[in-house]
């Protein structure tokens, strides 16, 4: 089966997207990571933040066991919660920042900066091999071995290496026929996630 495709910066950031939810294994190791970062940091923190003396309203009562301090009033102060709660609201938001502006943004850069993403992509898949040739000059041909597997989404196919790199092909000028065709192909000679 032979077809030929451009991927579409819209497309490109869809594969990235499907790549990182197939792999979600590693998508939750980098979760975990940085929530262990963010926990240490706040324990940081609050481990080096100064002691301050004790409000108005608080009394201390001493017995010989130990320091009790018991506030005379119940009342919850909104600078006692933002004190406690404000730096992990600030690495909160640093990363909410970084996963909603800088991914995307960094992915535009990508697809940008490399002309042969914006190439006329030629592909030629067999039960055998899949070769590759772009209007860049970039020319592969490989067996189906090199691949780990394979996972679908909106208008794209990502076919994942065993070496965590991935290629998109781009399903826009396909039937639905010559789709389940591809489909088929790479059925028989990968796994699908």
């Given at each position: 089966m032979e077809f030929s495709f451009q991927v579409t910066e819209s497309e490109f950031r869809e594969a990235w997207r499907?790549?990182?939810?197939?792999?979600?294994?590693s998508s939750l190791k980098t979760a975990a990571f940085w929530m262990l970062?963010?926990?240490?940091?706040?324990?940081?923190?609050?481990?080096?933040?100064?002691?301050?003396?004790?409000?108005?309203?608080f009394e201390q009562h001493r017995s010989p066991q130990a320091s009790i301090v018991r506030p005379v009033s119940d009342v919850n102060t909104p600078s006692g919660f933002l004190e406690r709660v404000g730096p992990f609201l600030v690495l909160a938001g640093v990363w909410t920042l970084v996963v909603t502006g800088l991914v995307p943004m960094r992915l535009r850069y990508l697809y940008r900066r490399d002309p042969r993403m914006r190439a006329q992509f030629t592909v030629d898949i067999t039960q055998n091999s899949i070769s590759t040739e772009n209007s860049a000059g970039t020319t592969s041909k490989s067996?189906?071995?090199?691949?780990?597997?394979?996972?679908?989404?909106?208008?794209?196919?990502?076919?994942?290496?065993?070496?965590?790199?991935?290629?998109?092909?781009?399903?826009?000028?396909?039937?639905?026929?010559?789709?389940?065709?591809?489909?088929g192909i790479l059925n028989a000679a990968l796994q699908k996630r």
């Open positions: 499907v790549e990182r939810k197939a792999s979600s294994r970062i963010m926990v240490g940091l706040l324990l940081l923190y609050r481990g080096i933040q100064p002691s301050r003396p004790l409000p108005a309203g067996s189906w071995n090199v691949y780990d597997y394979w996972c679908e989404g909106k208008g794209v196919i990502v076919l994942m290496f065993r070496s965590g790199a991935y290629s998109v092909l781009s399903l826009a000028g396909l039937s639905e026929p010559q789709r389940g065709e591809l489909r």
